[in-house]
């Protein structure tokens, strides 16, 4: 193989990895992994508003639960419970935006059925979702489930930033005295490019892309080069 068909062959291949490559989340943290440990034989692990024990997020409200053993949780091990200790809460996290700049935002939503023989509150859990100038309300219907048979529904919304930051919240809009709430999970958010049109890639993405350009360039060149010298 040739010199010339060698590099060909090598832009084909960065060109191909292109669609593959993961878009860049700004949620750190996005399904709760790092955190407080449960304790042993339980179930979840109760954290208390003001606390960033959760890496990346802020606990609002009053308290909410870090579930993992025995659930069938989204993504990774462990989920959240909006609603903690016969108390309701929420959670938030800022990220850095572009104003102007258009974000894409998703995340999995269930609900805490309660294990067998609870009376586990509203069966349809409620839950606020926003960020700048988003704001809208989700529901969730656990008729049928136990933990360990929990399904997720996935959620999307996009949004434009007014500002260099924004708060993506999560509030329970259970009754006051609830502990079995509106569950959330695998929580994304992406920047889209060209004023709303494609998506901005992660670092890795775009080191191919500058691969590509720079090996078209020197087959371009090299083209030159055979044509000079027939």
Known sequence: MNNRRFAVLVCALCTLQLPTMALANLITNHSFEAGPAVPGGQSFVTVGGGSTAITGWLVTGSTIDVVEPGWNVSDGNRAIDLDGAFSIGGIQQTISTITGATYDVTFDLSGNPGFPGQAAGPQVKNVRVAIDSFTQDYQFD?????????????????????????????????????????????????????GGTGT?????????????????????????????GD
Request: aromatic letters at 8%; hydrophobic letters at 40%; charged letters at 10%.
């Open 200 to 228: 901005a890639p992660t670092p890795a993405v775009a080191g191919l892309l500058v691969a590509g350009l720079a090996c078209f360039g020197l087959v371009r060149r090299r083209s030159r080069a055979y044509s000079i």
């Open 142 to 194: 656990t008729q049928g489930l136990t933990p360990a048979t929990l399904t997720w529904q996935p959620n999307s919304f996009s949004f434009t930033a007014s500002g260099d930051s924004a708060t993506l919240s999560f509030a329970s809009l259970s009754p006051g005295n609830n502990s079995w709430g509106a569950m959330i999970d695998n929580v994304s958010v992406t920047q889209r490019s060209n």
